[in-house]
């Protein structure tokens, strides 16, 4: 790794100004690059990888040998090369890059879909495949500033950066160094390490923090969506109860009017019986279903917090509030006419139906 003289704060910004641009990931688990890895399917781990920073682009691979050097006739052009700070006693790097073409096309747009992109790797980047994720994490990130024409597209701390807030920070931190142990005729052993990237130690352990605290602020806005779901939900869980004691006590008023009522009880007695009176609080449970299950999906499938997906969990979270409220004042309503209802029914009748809801409770139980 070359040595560089930026500061915490320079890292500190240009966090902040690619989270801005591009939303902060979830780490991805490293098991499903492993999988790809362990059948030798190179070219589907690159693919994977691409996919992953949002690059629907097709992979075309070009292997050099393990012993490659800049004076080689198939040197690389590019100054996109992952640097090291071996000091090359025996230590066999992974060298990896990607060819830009200057006629990319713009993230997002239908040219870009299967866009060929040659990808150089040397014939060892099997041997050390964390490594070998982080520098493909890192070269493909090139391809993502390029194709939104970032200012900084050729700023090798911010594409280091770009790979590790789409999700590749915890696999840069287990990937970015390589140990190797000689041992020598007099039995002693020397370790070499290999250090992959542009961040010195304590700028990726900046980065690294810092990036796992934005994470958890974003994260913990969808965990806490995720709780007011599971109140909303139980309320919903109360008030059918409600709308069907109603719906026996009426049944019950109908078949034994046997009491003389105020006028004011017949008033709303009458009221009871209009078509569809319970319409709005049975529609009102069946949507609280349907959206509960929406925001479950919505939680369940983010695991990118940008713009679009921070304004819909608030959205959702603004809308759980007002329906929240809703409900409940439906089912105060509901308990004053179960409480209506139950003063005009039979006293017998009422005893019944007070055993039988212990009965129930207790087979429940």
């Known amino acids: ?15 902040e100004s690619l989270v801005s641009v591009f939303g902060i990931k979830e780490p991805f688990p490293v098991k499903q ?31 050099v040998p393990n ?9 690389f052009q590019s100054d996109s090369l992952v640097n090291t700070d071996s000091s090359g006693k025996g230590i066999q790097s992974i060298t990896a890059q990607v060819e830009i073409p200057p006629s990319l096309p713009l993230f997002g747009s239908i040219e870009l879909r299967n866009y060929p992109i040659n990808v150089k790797i040397s014939d060892n980047c099997l041997d050390y495949s964390l490594t070998f994720i982080t520098i493909m994490a890192h070269e493909l990130s090139h391809i993502l500033l390029r194709s939104v024409w970032h200012k900084e597209k050729d700023n090798e701390f911010y ?8 999700g590749f920070y915890d696999i840069f931190q287990k990937g970015r160094k390589i140990e190797n142990r000689t041992h020598d005729n007099s039995g002693s052993d020397t370790i070499y390490t290999t250090t992959y990237g ?15 605290t934005m994470l958890l602020k974003s994260r913990n806005a969808k965990d806490y969506l995720i709780s007011e779901i599971t109140q909303y939900h139980s309320l919903l869980s109360l008030v059918q109860p409600n709308i069907d004691e109603f719906n026996t006590l009426l049944k019950s008023y109908d078949l034994k009017q046997s009491q ?11 009221l009871f019986h209009q078509p569809d009176f319970l319409y709005d609080y049975e529609s009102t449970i069946k949507s609280g279903e ?15 917090y940008i713009g679009e997906s921070k304004n819909k969990i608030q959205q959702y979270r603004d809308e759980l509030n007002r329906r929240s409220i809703t409900l409940n004042n439906n089912k105060l309503l509901l308990e004053s006419y179960v409480t209506r209802l139950k003063k005009c029914t039979t006293l017998f009748y009422r005893l019944n139906l007070d055993l039988h809801k212990k009965l129930s409770g207790k087979t429940k139980s």
């Open 1 to 15: 790794m070359a040595q560089n003289s930026v500061s915490i704060k320079y890292i500190d910004e240009a966090i």
């Open 33 to 63: 690059f492993f999988q790809l890895i362990n059948a030798h399917n190179t070219k589907g781990c690159i693919q994977k990888i691409a996919l992953c920073l949002g690059l629907p682009i097709e992979v075309r691979l070009i292997s």
């Open 67 to 75: 012993n490659y050097t800049q004076s080689n006739s198939n040197r």
């Open 159 to 166: 594409t280091d950066l770009t790979a590790m807030i789409l």
């Open 198 to 212: 542009y961040l010195s130690d304590v700028q990726f352990e900046y980065a690294y923090t810092k990036i796992r």
């Open 260 to 270: 003389t009522f105020s006028k004011e009880d017949s008033d709303m007695i009458v």
């Open 290 to 304: 349907k959206f509960v299950e929406e925001i479950r999906a919505f939680c369940e499938g983010c695991n990118h």
